[in-house]
């Protein structure tokens, strides 16, 4: 028994600590605020003007939404922007009054309240992109704080610009943002994540959705206006092979003509996929799936497609879509991976034999 | 006014709690000494020594009794973020991180002792690999780039300090390196053309003692910059030299403006820890096109090679080879591929793969292998002294990279994607460069870190989610544990009342393996130091 009291007050204590801990955490978070917008403002253009309102802001709201009212989702929203969302009179009105966490002002008026309003309505100063891919300077707030959020979060795979970077595609010339058409799109594959293209899940709140999704369709405005060429793949840029070249090497060499048909399973592949996700697909099509054969103890075959694989566990869908695994010490299979031909294949292959391929296939229209 | 009573009672338990507690832990005062020869019940850096073998000579685990390894603890972050850090292990206490947070956790149970959170709006969150910690100090790097001294009894700010300014690109990731009197810290940024370094502070005040720059200033004409340093380093005390692995070079796809070897990017460099003066340096990939940063651990082993006893120095670097170095003067032992590479046209005088013009990125797209993310990443190896096999995450891959001019010369300035690659755990006999075997450890991305022990066993992950712990001799599988999502960083071991424990991560998740108590305590007598 004294054991278990000794636990509940280690537990009670341990709470307190913690409860003292994140008091210090947001203290040290406001000062951070301080401390980073001493920096910006010394890189801040077109920064409002008005001190009293700046000063109303810096006292009252900074603490939360953020020195450069930035907001730090999701628990603080961003405020740039904010006019476009509510009239004065609304914001005032939330202002006294609060909302949710929010505690309200109810002591400031008069002049303190107009200046701060006026402040709050300003344009905002642009975010701290930095030099050289600097997105469009006349984003509006919501555009700016998903701006905020794609270069914490996004950049390092989609690039300052979203125009590609390290493993990441191009979202610019993405089909599914070209298609998005209300931030559903964007907003699944960011919510969910990519498991096979190495793109994982983020938890953002709607509101950061949103600012992301308005971030990434302005970038997708800005690119295709862009003066001079494009960056990134063009369809144009993978011209440069052989037709007849590319033919003779379905045939021969590549051995594609083992399992695939120009009349076949490729006809009119070119009217399905165009430029690099042609190419891409031509080298490895990703997610074709495999087949399995598990033989159980008795004797039994249960065949159907691979679901899982690793050293422990096989797992197939079988023909009515029902998924079933077993240990793999426990039984005997067989996989079936048509597509490892595209693995064997990676080493062969010369840059002029793929873009030769490429060439012929561009004509299966 | 109640809030604040409430605040006080909080503080005075808190204070009550401190005080009832500090006879139990050691005063956590680490010295150099302590880092010199870490003892078992510690691991007080990156790379649990400064070897970078990650090795553990305990010994209470082994092949015949592992099949009855058990969760000890799992602590959950509650976070999104992976944990990509190596935890510190000082005086019972864990210290471990994700971007902006630190952690400090009791090994012994798993429950939080202290959480540092410090939001930052700016810089990249890509990852965060650990802290660390000299006399009472952690030393934190944030995604703005600065440098935090923390207090590592309750997480509270000692000093902060800009190391390198966010505004123009920069951010941080790394676990600093602790020399004697220096914090050796390195710094990020791909994305934009900079001026890669490293620096080392004053441990008490924050202050620039030195700086080395891997290239020259931003703007130098025909020089490439990039060059970042954001893998921790090794050291050897008796020679007195870090060694330290530099990044890719920016432009990073388009070598254009930058002719020549670039240096020094994609290198591993030898250093004097008290004047930061480069006293040498091996290029791994000179005039890298590819992003293939040299930055992997820079592993230090003394044994003999080919015959001859011989201070070594080993990377399995990201562009697809290993190397062999002497270490006292950089020049190559070894050089030879641990997976397909189509990029080099051979391997010059020097030891260095000689890049092939005809696999710079092109507008029509080239064929490379590896891809971008490389044979290899910031996963750590392990050597294994006892069967000489070095023993590493690789990541076989094929990609397409591309470059034209309308990509320009700034930054990223082309564009590569990654068709396919699966994750291998291989073990490479250092004398030769001959895979000894190999374990398929996913048919889509890679593995985990690798750490190794004397009693003969490997720990590592597959690329579903499985911690293994594989047999050094032939990596057969011994024991494995699905812990939900692969393992984003590299095992630690430590031995705690006699207790040995594996560590490994998996999501926001620590999880603290050990056999089931009893057992441990009958296995006691066969425990070993560190």
């Given at each position: 028994m004294?054991k278990?009291?000794?636990?509940i007050?280690?537990?009670?204590?341990?709470?307190?600590?913690?409860?003292?801990?994140?008091?210090?955490g947001s203290?040290?978070?406001?000062?951070q605020?301080?401390?980073?917008?001493?920096?910006?403002?010394q890189?801040?253009?077109?920064?409002?003007?008005?001190?009293a309102?700046a000063?109303?802001?810096?006292?009252?709201?900074?603490?939360?939404?953020?020195?450069?009212?930035?907001g730090?989702?999701p628990?603080?929203?961003?405020?740039?922007?904010?006019?476009r969302?509510?009239?004065?009179?609304?914001?005032?009105?939330?202002?006294?009054k609060?909302?949710?966490?929010?505690?309200?002002?109810?002591?400031?008026?008069?002049?303190?309240?107009?200046a701060?309003?006026?402040?709050?309505t300003?344009?905002?100063?642009?975010?701290?992109f930095?030099?050289?891919?600097?997105?469009?300077a006349?984003?509006s707030?919501?555009?700016e704080?998903g701006?905020?959020?794609?270069?914490?979060?996004?950049a390092f795979?989609?690039g300052?610009?979203a125009m590609g970077?390290?493993t990441?595609?191009d979202l610019?010339?993405?089909?599914?943002?070209?298609a998005?058409?209300?931030g559903?799109?964007?907003s699944?594959?960011?919510?969910?994540?990519?498991?096979?293209?190495?793109?994982?899940?983020f938890?953002?709140?709607?509101?950061?959705l949103l600012?992301?999704?308005a971030?990434?369709?302005?970038?997708?405005?800005?690119?295709?206006?862009?003066?001079?060429?494009?960056?990134?793949?063009?369809?144009?840029?993978?011209?440069t092979?052989?037709?007849?070249?590319?033919k003779?090497?379905f045939?021969?060499?590549?051995?594609?003509?083992?399992?695939?048909?120009?009349?076949?399973?490729?006809?009119?592949?070119?009217?399905?996929?165009q430029?690099?996700?042609?190419e891409?697909?031509?080298?490895y099509?990703?997610?074709?799936?495999?087949?399995?054969s598990?033989t159980?103890?008795?004797?039994?075959?249960?065949?159907g497609?691979?679901?899982?694989?690793?050293?422990?566990?096989?797992?197939l869908?079988d023909?009515?879509?029902?998924?079933?695994?077993?240990a793999?010490?426990?039984?005997?299979y067989?996989?079936?991976?048509?597509?490892?031909?595209?693995i064997?294949?990676?080493?062969?292959?010369?840059d002029d034999?793929i873009?030769?391929?490429?060439?012929?296939l561009?004509t299966l229209? | 006014?109640?809030?604040?009573?409430?605040?006080?009672?909080?503080?005075?338990?808190?204070l009550?709690?401190?005080?009832?507690?500090?006879?139990?832990?050691?005063?956590?005062?680490?010295?150099?000494?302590?880092?010199l020869?870490?003892?078992?019940?510690?691991?007080?850096l990156?790379?649990?020594?400064?070897?970078?073998r990650?090795h553990?000579?305990l010994?209470?685990i082994?092949?015949?009794?592992?099949?009855s390894?058990?969760?000890?603890w799992a602590?959950?972050?509650?976070?999104?973020?992976?944990?990509?850090?190596?935890?510190?292990?000082?005086?019972g206490?864990?210290y471990f991180?994700?971007?902006?947070?630190?952690?400090?956790?009791?090994?012994?149970?798993?429950?939080?002792?202290?959480?540092?959170?410090?939001?930052?709006?700016?810089?990249?969150?890509?990852g965060?690999r650990g802290v660390?910690?000299?006399?009472?100090?952690?030393?934190f790097t944030t995604?703005?780039?600065?440098?935090?001294?923390?207090?590592?009894?309750?997480?509270?700010?000692?000093?902060?300090k800009?190391?390198?300014?966010?505004?123009?690109?920069?951010?941080?990731?790394m676990?600093?390196?602790v020399?004697?009197?220096?914090?050796i810290?390195?710094?990020s940024?791909?994305l934009d053309?900079?001026?890669g370094?490293?620096r080392?502070?004053?441990p008490?005040t924050?202050a620039t003692q030195?700086?080395?720059d891997?290239t020259?200033?931003?703007g130098?004409?025909?020089?490439?910059?990039g060059?970042?340093t954001?893998?921790t380093?090794?050291?050897?005390?008796?020679l007195?030299?870090?060694?330290?692995?530099?990044?890719?070079?920016?432009?990073?796809?388009?070598?254009?403006?930058?002719?020549?070897d670039?240096?020094?990017t994609?290198?591993?460099?030898?250093?004097?820890?008290?004047t930061?003066k480069?006293?040498?340096?091996?290029?791994a990939?000179?005039?890298?096109?590819?992003?293939?940063?040299a930055?992997?651990?820079p592993v230090?082993?003394?044994?003999?090679?080919?015959?001859q006893?011989?201070?070594?120095?080993?990377?399995s670097?990201?562009?697809?080879?290993?190397f062999?170095?002497?270490?006292?003067?950089?020049?190559?032992l070894?050089?030879?591929?641990?997976?397909p590479?189509?990029?080099?046209?051979g391997?010059?005088?020097?030891g260095?793969?000689?890049?092939?013009?005809a696999?710079e990125?092109?507008?029509?797209?080239r064929?490379?292998?590896?891809?971008?993310g490389?044979?290899?990443?910031?996963r750590?190896?392990?050597f294994?002294?006892?069967?000489?096999?070095?023993?590493?995450?690789?990541?076989?891959?094929?990609?397409?990279?591309?470059?034209?001019?309308?990509?320009g010369?700034?930054?990223?300035?082309?564009?590569?994607y990654?068709?396919?690659g699966?994750?291998v755990i291989?073990?490479?006999d250092?004398?030769t460069?001959?895979?000894?075997?190999?374990?398929?450890?996913?048919?889509?991305?890679?593995?985990?870190?690798?750490?190794?022990?004397d009693?003969?066993?490997t720990?590592?992950?597959?690329?579903?989610?499985?911690?293994?712990?594989?047999?050094?001799?032939?990596?057969?599988?011994?024991?494995?544990?699905?812990?939900?999502?692969?393992?984003?960083?590299?095992?630690?071991s430590?031995?705690l009342?006699?207790?040995?424990?594996?560590?490994?991560s998996?999501g926001?998740v620590?999880f603290?393996?050990?056999?089931?108590?009893?057992?441990?305590?009958?296995?006691?007598a066969?425990?070993?130091?560190r």
């Amino acid at each position: 028994m004294k054991k278990f009291r000794v636990v509940i007050s280690i537990a009670a204590v341990a709470l307190v600590v913690f409860l003292s801990e994140s008091a210090n955490g947001s203290i040290d978070a406001a000062a951070q605020v301080a401390s980073s917008g001493a920096e910006t403002a010394q890189h801040g253009v077109g920064q409002p003007t008005d001190k009293a309102g700046a000063a109303a802001y810096a006292k009252h709201c900074a603490v939360c939404h953020g020195d450069q009212r930035e907001g730090n989702l999701p628990a603080f929203p961003p405020l740039m922007g904010i006019k476009r969302r509510m009239t004065n009179d609304k914001i005032a009105d939330l202002i006294h009054k609060g909302k949710d966490r929010m505690p309200g002002f109810p002591n400031l008026k008069d002049g303190e309240l107009e200046a701060l309003l006026t402040y709050l309505t300003t344009d905002a100063p642009p975010s701290s992109f930095a030099n050289g891919n600097a997105p469009a300077a006349h984003a509006s707030g919501l555009e700016e704080a998903g701006g905020a959020l794609f270069q914490q979060n996004c950049a390092f795979c989609h690039g300052r610009d979203a125009m590609g970077g390290e493993t990441g595609p191009d979202l610019t010339r993405s089909k599914l943002v070209l298609a998005d058409k209300n931030g559903e799109e964007i907003s699944k594959v960011v919510r969910e994540g990519r498991p096979d293209n190495k793109m994982p899940a983020f938890n953002f709140s709607s509101q950061e959705l949103l600012s992301l999704v308005a971030f990434i369709h302005e970038r997708v405005k800005t690119a295709s206006s862009g003066k001079g060429g494009r960056r990134g793949v063009d369809v144009a840029d993978l011209q440069t092979g052989n037709v007849d070249a590319g033919k003779q090497y379905f045939n021969g060499a590549g051995g594609c003509s083992k399992c695939h048909s120009p009349t076949g399973d490729l006809a009119g592949i070119a009217k399905r996929f165009q430029g690099l996700q042609l190419e891409e697909r031509m080298l490895y099509p990703r997610g074709a799936k495999s087949t399995v054969s598990v033989t159980l103890p008795t004797g039994m075959k249960v065949e159907g497609t691979l679901a899982y694989l690793d050293e422990f566990t096989v797992a197939l869908r079988d023909a009515d879509g029902s998924y079933r695994s077993w240990a793999t010490n426990r039984v005997k299979y067989k996989v079936n991976s048509p597509v490892d031909a595209h693995i064997e294949q990676f080493p062969k292959y010369t840059d002029d034999d793929i873009h030769n391929l490429m060439a012929y296939l561009q004509t299966l229209r | 006014m109640k809030s604040f009573k409430v605040a006080f009672v909080i503080a005075a338990g808190s204070l009550a709690l401190l005080t009832a507690v500090a006879p139990m832990i050691a005063a956590q005062n680490l010295s150099n000494d302590d880092l010199l020869k870490p003892k078992a019940e510690s691991w007080p850096l990156y790379h649990g020594d400064y070897s970078g073998r990650r090795h553990v000579h305990l010994t209470q685990i082994t092949p015949r009794n592992i099949g009855s390894l058990t969760l000890a603890w799992a602590f959950q972050t509650n976070q999104s973020a992976q944990i990509k850090s190596s935890p510190l292990l000082v005086d019972g206490v864990l210290y471990f991180t994700v971007p902006d947070n630190v952690w400090a956790v009791d090994a012994r149970s798993g429950h939080m002792i202290w959480r540092y959170n410090r939001i930052s709006t700016t810089g990249d969150h890509i990852g965060h690999r650990g802290v660390a910690m000299y006399k009472g100090w952690l030393y934190f790097t944030t995604p703005d780039a600065h440098l935090i001294s923390l207090n590592a009894k309750d997480g509270t700010v000692r000093w902060d300090k800009a190391v390198a300014d966010v505004n123009k690109g920069y951010w941080t990731t790394m676990a600093p390196l602790v020399v004697r009197g220096h914090v050796i810290v390195g710094v990020s940024g791909d994305l934009d053309n900079l001026q890669g370094y490293l620096r080392a502070v004053d441990p008490e005040t924050g202050a620039t003692q030195w700086q080395w720059d891997a290239t020259p200033p931003a703007g130098t004409p025909n020089a490439a910059t990039g060059g970042m340093t954001w893998m921790t380093g090794t050291y050897d005390p008796e020679l007195d030299l870090v060694y330290w692995g530099t990044g890719n070079p920016t432009p990073v796809l388009n070598g254009t403006t930058r002719p020549g070897d670039n240096t020094w990017t994609c290198a591993i460099v030898a250093i004097h820890p008290d004047t930061g003066k480069l006293v040498w340096g091996f290029q791994a990939s000179p005039h890298d096109t590819h992003d293939w940063d040299a930055v992997e651990t820079p592993v230090l082993v003394d044994a003999d090679f080919h015959g001859q006893p011989r201070k070594m120095l080993m990377q399995s670097s990201r562009n697809g080879y290993f190397f062999v170095l002497d270490r006292t003067n950089g020049k190559s032992l070894l050089t030879v591929p641990f997976g397909p590479v189509n990029w080099a046209l051979g391997i010059d005088a020097q030891g260095r793969p000689i890049p092939n013009p005809a696999k710079e990125p092109a507008p029509d797209g080239r064929l490379i292998a590896p891809d971008e993310g490389g044979m290899t990443n910031y996963r750590a190896p392990s050597f294994d002294p006892q069967t000489g096999l070095f023993i590493v995450d690789a990541h076989p891959s094929f990609s397409i990279y591309f470059a034209k001019p309308a990509d320009g010369t700034y930054g990223w300035a082309g564009a590569d994607y990654g068709l396919w690659g699966k994750g291998v755990i291989e073990a490479i006999d250092y004398q030769t460069g001959k895979i000894r075997w190999s374990h398929q450890v996913g048919a889509s991305g890679s593995g985990a870190g690798v750490m190794t022990t004397d009693s003969g066993l490997t720990i590592t992950g597959d690329g579903y989610g499985n911690v293994l712990a594989l047999d050094t001799r032939d990596g057969k599988t011994l024991w494995h544990a699905g812990m939900g999502s692969p393992m984003a960083s590299s095992p630690i071991s430590y031995e705690l009342d006699g207790r040995q424990y594996i560590m490994t991560s998996s999501g926001g998740v620590l999880f603290a393996w050990a056999l089931p108590q009893s057992a441990s305590v009958e296995n006691q007598a066969g425990n070993g130091t560190r």
